[in-house]
Structures are given as structure tokens and as C-alpha cells.
């Protein structure tokens, strides 16, 4: 009884270290690649282009700080032209936006793709200028009084938090291209006497009595790896 007794414990350690054996043999091990990402917003170059009223240019950078957290920064500038109705104005400046990403993807061994939501506190400093401009009046007896000497607002300053969403494909090794969007939420703008901000370089355009903003953008950029990580994935019988 004895000797049966023994004998089954000894297959009962023999069956677990063949299991664990073969958990080890069914992973492999690979090297993750950390690392500095820089780019460009294609769709700001794009707009430089296409669009006879605006100027401007993004370059961003990201820190993968581990498997998930990228740590995040866009700095800008934007010289935007806002025509309607009853007034024409220049709008130019430079922003600043830092925050963080969260990668929700799972890659596979060896891929750095993204799908990722953040957030970014944002600054921007800028100017106004007023080319023209109509007075307004109900009286219809009169032309229009047109006014065309230039106003400039100068050294005014605005912040928001802003929401982004977006995805991160590499198409060639550490070459990616993205797309995102954001929704943005002013926290504070100068005052200004007898004029509105209409629009604020890295918010965007602005709305009367709304404090929400939005933004998209296309880009291009390069993975500078650092340093790797060794890491064991398993594999699906």
C-alpha cells in the first residue's frame, strides 16, 4: 500500500513539472522597443496650402513611459484670417499643450500601434487684429459706416482642457502615420472691451456664449528607440 501510495505521488509530480514545462515551451520571448516619438500635424501643413486665410505648423512629441502611458506635448502656432459679415481679423500666435495618452490596444509581438485616449492642459499666447469693420445701426436712411482703421489687441493669453482620441499605425519600421480628435473646454481668456476672441490658436475657432471647442488632425512621425525590454508572450495552442 505503501509502495502504491509512493508510486502515485511521484507521477503526480512528474504530471506538474510536465505542465510546467510545457507553459514554458508554449511562449516566446522578444524584445519591446521604448522609446521618443516626434512628428507632425500633416493636416495644419495641409490647410498652409489649401487655405488662402490661414497659416500654420504643430510638431508633438510623446515618451512611452510604460506598456500603456505615453506622456504627451504639441506646441504650434497658427495666423488665421476670420472673415464674416460685419468684420475681418487677424489671429496669430503660438500654443502649447502637454498631458498624457492611454493605449488601449494589445499588439502582437513586435507591433507599437495605438489606439489611445488623453488629455492635455493647453496654453496659448496671441494677438488681434482688427482690419475692418461695420458699425452696427437699425437705421437704414444712412449707408453703412464702415470703419477700416486697424485695431490691435496684443499680449492676450487663453487655457483650456482639452479631450483627444486617436490611432497610431506603423506603416514602416518606427514610421507612423495617426489620426485624432479633440474636444476642447476653455478655462479661462483675456477680457477684451467691445471685441470677442473668435478665434484662439490651438483651440480654434470660437462660439458666443460656449466655451466648447473641437480639433482633428492627421500626422506623421518617427520612433527614436532608447532602450528595450525583455518580454515573454504566450501562444495559443
Known sequence: MKTKLTSLFIISL???????????????????????TFGLDLSKIGRSFLE???????AFIDYRYNDRIYIAAELGYDDKIYTEENLTSNTKGA???????YNSYEN?????NLIY????????SFSHDLTDYTIYTRDTFFNPDIRTEERSFNSLTATWVE???????????????????????????TELNNFDHLYI???????DSSSIGAGWGYSISYML???TKLKRQAIDN
Do not use: H
Not at 52 to 58: P, S, V
Not at 108 to 112: A, H, T
Open 14 to 36: 512528474l504530471v506538474v513539472n510536465f505542465k510546467s514545462l510545457a507553459q514554458t515551451q508554449d511562449s516566446i520571448s522578444y524584445k519591446e522597443r521604448y522609446g521618443i
Open 163 to 189: 479631450l483627444k482620441a486617436g490611432i497610431r499605425v506603423e506603416v514602416f519600421k518606427n514610421i507612423f502615420l495617426g489620426a485624432n480628435v479633440q474636444l476642447k473646454f476653455q478655462t479661462s481668456a
Open 95 to 101: 500654443y502649447l499643450k502637454a498631458g498624457i495618452n
Open 52 to 58: 488662402d486665410n490661414y497659416t500654420g505648423a504643430e
Open 201 to 207: 490658436p490651438g483651440f480654434n475657432r470660437t462660439y
Open 225 to 227: 528607440p532608447i532602450y
Open 117 to 124: 485616449a488623453g488629455f492635455r492642459f493647453g496654453a496659448a
Open 108 to 112: 502582437w509581438i513586435g507591433m507599437q
